[in-house]
Structures are given as C-alpha cells and as structure tokens.
C-alpha cells in the first residue's frame, strides 16, 4: 500500500507520516531528507551543481540508505549518519535550490520509487502524489497558515539549539514555499484526488486520526 503525503514547508507531514506508519505497521519514508543529505554533501563537499561533469561526480560518488536507530529513521550517506546535519539552516536555505536540478530529482525519484516498492510505504514531501506515486493507493495534501508553520519551526530550531525571530521564519518559510511551487521540474502542487487536510487547528494526535480515517473509510466502501 503507498500512502502519499504531500504539503508545503512545516505544514505537519513529518509528524503526520511517521504516527500513520505506526498505527499501520507500514514503513516511512521521509523524501525531503533525501534532498536535505544531497544538499548537505553539495555544501560540505563544494560541489559546483550548475557544472553536469560535478553533478555527475556526485550523483555517481552517493549512497543513500535509511535505517531505524532506538525508534528514530535515521538518514544515512556513505555509511555517515547525517540526519541531525541536515536539519541545519544552512541546509534548509539551500535545499530548494539543489532539488530543482531535474538530474538530483531523476536520480531521488528511482530510489524513492524503489524504496516504496519494497513493502509499501506513507511516504510524504512535494511531488510524491503527483510524479513518484501518481497511483498511489491514499493521497494527501497537509495545509496550514504560514505563522502556524512557523511556530511549529521555532520549536523544532529551539531542538537543535538554534534561535530564530517568528518573522525570520516565516519569511524564510514562504520563500522556500514559492521556490518550491514555481520550479519547473516537479512542483509542489496538489495532486487532483488529493485530500486536502488543513492542520493549523489540529493537534498532530487529530491530524493522524483524521488520515487514517479516511483510509479505514476508504477501504471500507471498497469492499462493499
Ligand atoms: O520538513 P520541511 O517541510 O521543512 O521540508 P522537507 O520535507 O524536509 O523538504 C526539504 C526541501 O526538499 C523542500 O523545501 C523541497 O525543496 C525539497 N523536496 C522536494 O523537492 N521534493 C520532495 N519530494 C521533498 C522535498
């Protein structure tokens, strides 16, 4: 089964996609992590990604796996485990950039598709119900008030240790939101048969039990 969750920066997939997953005993998939370790690496490394033979050079030297460490998906790239680095703001400015290069996408989207292939998936991020599973079996799209997904930032960054203002944010927020939308390769949008979930005034406890509602709902008619 291949559950697709999409939706714009902050808006609750994480949190959302993982509660499914467990309530469903089906895996996670979190494929803006993916992008987030690329962008990690093209900015550790220097990687020149406007220059192919670079680009080329990187996409060949990677590999990226998933493991769960003491109940946390742990993002790995060449065996190092990166997934507290790539939540860094420096990665955050940087990510949408990386991932509109079609090569960086072409490459993500066969390792997702392969990924969820295996033993099915909640997978979430921009493009999932519309370019990797545009079959996909449940479809949603998390939506919420840009201050909303703000808040819910600063206290991922307070996490970390990172201090940021509310309007640093949700600047920062909207403009990646807008990279996003308006890229040519894959943009952010809403899948026709999406179902669109506004999360501003739900608890993640009520945003879970409303998707997996829906599915139960779902399945239900089906089978009569
Ligand atoms: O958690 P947050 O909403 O901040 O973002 P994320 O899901 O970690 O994704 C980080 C970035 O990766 C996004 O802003 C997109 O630029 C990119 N992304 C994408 O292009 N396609 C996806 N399927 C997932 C993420």
Request: aromatic fraction near 4%; proline fraction near 3%; charged fraction near 25%.
């Amino acid at each position: 089964m291949i559950i697709a969750i999409d939706g714009p920066a902050a808006s609750g997939k994480s949190t959302t996609a993982k509660g499914v997953s467990h309530i469903l005993g089906i895996p996670y998939l979190d494929t803006g992590a993916m992008y987030r370790a690329i962008t990690h690496i093209v900015l550790t490394k220097k990687f020149n990604i406007d220059d192919p033979l670079e680009l080329k050079t990187l996409l060949n030297g990677i590999q990226i796996r998933f493991e769960i460490i003491k109940d946390e998906n742990c993002i790995f790239i060449n065996n190092k485990n990166v997934s507290s680095l790539i939540r860094s703001s420096d990665v955050t400015s940087n990510v949408s950039a990386v991932s509109a290069i079609p090569e960086i996408r072409e490459s993500m989207v066969g390792l997702q598709r392969k990924i969820g292939r295996e033993n099915g998936c909640v997978i979430e991020g921009r493009d999932i119900g519309t370019v990797v599973f545009p079959n996909a079996d449940f479809k949603f799209f998390l939506v919420a008030d840009v201050k909303v997904r703000a808040e819910r930032r600063l206290l991922d960054l307070e996490k970390i240790g990172e201090t940021k203002s509310l309007n640093e944010l949700m600047n920062e927020i909207e403009k990646r939101d807008l990279l996003d939308s308006s890229r040519d390769h894959s943009p952010l949008i809403k899948a026709k048969d999406a179902i669109e979930i506004n999360t501003g005034l739900l608890t993640i406890n009520e945003q879970i039990e409303q998707i997996v509602k829906h599915i139960t709902n779902i399945q239900n008619n089906k089978g009569n």
